[in-house]
């Protein structure tokens, strides 16, 4: 664990709010993983040379993206494999559409274990009655069912998905709305854990949380205002950190 702002005295936290993706588990294998299945399945569905697919999959996500904005469902995949069905000229093969997205998620998640010593930690804020919530970019649908896959489907106090919102982290509506759930008033007090110093860091930042950034391969440390308070690479070392806070 490393003490990046000097000036933080930890103290016990009020709640403890985690992101999802890229923090409780490797996104990038299993982002790359199910993004090679659907590759798979359309040159077998579609007869379309994988490569070429790719290139409209790019082309199609940067179109909703483009349309969406920072919205939750700017990053379905079920609407960016339905903009490549008609990017190729197949009018609304709809059947094909969904079946790509289910490919993708049921690929995906057979690939996304969680890292390890995450579930220990949840079960050890859960044991010093710490509330513990998910703020998390993205549908409901998918996000719920990814959760539950972890089998964390009851472990955490209060679930956000940026769907709820409106918009993605880091605007600070999905910090306000998680803090309505657990019923806790304060800001002061409060530890934000995720990846990414953009969306988790900074925004959880303006938002008065204590930040700590998940590091792995492919994640860089935060710069300036989205340095994080804390950095760590192991979730063994924020269980030791909260051992020793509660321990005071
Ligand atoms: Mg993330």
Known sequence: MRQHNKAIIL????????????????????????????????RNLLGIEEEKFWKLYLQAREE?????????????RLLYYQRVIELLGLRAHLLIALDLEQTFWRTFLANAPLFSDVKSTLN??????VPIA???DLTAHIQLRKLTYFGLEDIFDAVVTSEEVGIDKPDIRNFQLVMKK?????????????????????????FGAVTFQKLHKGVTLGKEKELPDYSFRNFSEVYKLILNVFKE
């Open 64 to 76: 909703i993206k483009l349309q969406l904005g920072a919205t939750a469902s700017s990053h379905s």
């Open 182 to 206: 657990l019923k806790v008033c304060t800001t002061k007090n409060i530890w934000m854990i995720g990846d990414n110093p953009y969306t988790d860091i900074y925004g959880a930042k303006e």
């Open 124 to 129: 050890l804020l859960r044991s010093y009655k």
């Open 11 to 42: 103290r016990r936290p009020d709640a403890v709010l985690f992101d999802t993706d890229n923090t409780l588990y490797d996104y990038s294998y299993a982002n790359k993983t199910g993004e090679q299945a659907v590759r798979k399945k359309a």
């Open 134 to 136: 998910i703020v998390t």
